[in-house]
Every structure is written in structure tokens, then in C-alpha cells.
């Protein structure tokens, strides 16, 4: 298995849950990373600040750059990533991790939070690739990883939440175009979704159970780290589920990622059957 020593990664949704946990593993290498996220003071509900995450990040022997970031807005994910590219000499890796989520059916989804979903999910991902393919073009080893699911369209994946799903296949969509249209350039874009329910903050807002059926966040730092160290140029266009990544890669003892060991973990939504 290759390293990221010295890569650079652009991450959005750092500062908590899986983007940070990320941004972890990747710094035990002496990676760089931009923590790319909105939250510079503490948040009553959700934990976690872009200093916070720069912080252990630096303390577990990366280096990182921490900016406070909208990726709704295209003037400020450029601004991110000029500063990355001015502080860090370029980009390698683009982790499309922010999200936002409501598992609601449609007569009881605001149109506020559709436009938000649909914002920050499928427009998100494609104003940050935008801005960071330029600079992917001139890496080694460059890839774009996108938190999101393999796409179907099944009908029961869209009735009981159809704007949060829409917006997250938008992301899917986005990522398998990409990995063909970028294919020439050696840019790997792939796609990587859990097999359980994930313990973030995330799971108390959307009341998806306790955090003792829930796997912890490490295990998809673990299986993104197994697709950001392969080779780009032949690991492209792929939609990974994190459990399939780590037993490929070796991994038996899935028991060391539960919350409460013992305990089976609850599947997440989306998966294939």
C-alpha cells in the first residue's frame, strides 16, 4: 500500500463525522490538508470547528490549512482552493464529504431544505471539482473522492425521501461522468458510501438510531485511504461500499469499528441488495 505523505488534500465538511476522520488518517502520513468547512465557533448541536479539527490534524503529523468555506458559494470555494495551491503548491485529492441531509417525504420537506440539499449535495460537489481539477491535472496521482452512494433508481429509495435522495445520487451522477470525462488525464473519481449507519452528529439530528447500532467514522477513513493511495489511472469510476474496500484489502475484524462491540451494526440506506 502506497502513502500520502505529502499529498495535499482538499476536504470539505472537515471539521466533524467522516470528513474529519479523513483528514486524520491522512495526517498520520504527513499529509497536508485543507480543512474546508463553515464552522469557526462551536455549534450547540453538532461539535467540532475548522481550528479544532487544523489542530489534531497538526498534532497527528500533518500540516493543515483551515478555511472557512460555504461550498454553495463558487467565490469562496475558489478562494479556498487559490489559498491551498498558494500554501501547499497544489492539489492531489478532493474529498467531496459535505452534505446535508432530511429524511423527509415531500409534503413534510421545506422547500428551503430541498434547495439546501440540492445546494450543498449535487451543486457542491460539482463547484469544487470544478475549482480543484485545474490542479488535479498536474499531479501524480490525483483522484476526486465523492461520499455518496451507487446510484438506483428504485422507486423505495425515493418515496420515503425523494429530495434528500435525488440530491445525493445528483453526487453519484456527477462523480461517474466525471471519472470518464477526466479518465485521459489520470484523474480517479470514485465514489464510497457505508455499509452501516456511521456514529456522527449527523445520526442524532435525523433520529437514525442510537449510536450503539452505529459503526464509528474510522472505518470509512480507513476504506478512503485504501482508494486515495491506489494507482488513479486504474482505479477510476468505481462506487466502493467501505466493508467490500477494507475485506479486499485484508481486513477480518470489522468488530474493532463498532460503537459497542457485539452489537450488529444497522445497515445504512441505499445499498445494493
Not at 475484524?253 to 444497522?266: E, H, L, Q, S
Request: proline content about 6%; overall charge positive; charged content about 20%.
Amino acid at each position: 500500500m502506497g502513502s500520502l505523505a505529502g499529498k495535499t488534500l482538499f476536504i470539505t465538511g472537515a471539521s466533524r463525522g467522516i470528513g474529519r476522520a479523513i483528514a486524520m488518517r491522512a495526517a498520520r502520513d504527513g499529509a497536508n490538508i485543507i480543512i474546508a468547512a463553515k464552522t469557526v465557533d462551536p455549534h450547540y448541536k453538532l461539535p467540532g470547528t475548522i481550528k479544532d479539527a487544523a489542530e489534531e490534524v497538526e498534532a497527528a503529523g500533518g500540516r493543515a490549512l483551515a478555511v472557512q468555506v460555504d461550498i454553495r458559494s463558487e467565490s469562496q470555494v475558489q478562494a479556498a482552493v487559490e489559498g491551498a495551491v498558494a500554501r501547499f503548491g497544489g492539489i492531489d485529492i478532493l474529498v467531496n464529504n459535505a452534505s446535508a441531509i432530511s429524511l423527509t417525504g415531500t409534503l413534510e420537506t421545506p422547500v428551503r431544505r430541498f434547495d439546501l440539499m440540492m445546494s450543498v449535495n449535487a451543486r457542491g460537489t460539482f463547484v469544487c471539482s470544478q475549482a480543484c481539477i485545474p490542479h488535479l491535472k498536474k499531479s501524480v496521482n490525483p483522484h476526486i473522492l465523492v461520499l455518496a452512494p451507487p446510484p438506483d433508481i428504485r422507486a423505495k429509495w425515493f418515496a420515503p425521501h425523494g429530495a434528500y435522495s435525488l440530491a445525493k445520487y445528483g453526487m453519484s451522477l456527477l462523480a461517474l461522468g466525471m471519472a470518464e470525462e477526466f479518465r485521459k488525464d489520470g484523474i480517479g473519481v470514485n465514489c464510497l458510501w457505508p455499509r452501516t449507519l456511521i456514529a456522527t452528529a449527523a445520526l442524532g439530528v435525523i433520529n437514525a438510531g442510537p449510536p450503539s447500532a452505529a459503526r464509528k467514522a474510522e472505518i470509512v477513513a480507513d476504506a478512503a485511504y485504501a482508494i486515495l493511495v491506489a494507482n488513479s489511472r486504474s482505479t477510476t469510476g468505481n462506487f466502493f461500499i467501505d466493508e467490500d474496500v477494507l475485506r479486499a484489502a485484508g481486513q477480518k475484524d470489522f468488530d474493532v469499528y463498532a460503537m459497542t462491540p457485539g452489537v450488529i451494526p444497522r445497515p445504512d440506506i441505499f445499498l445494493p441488495d
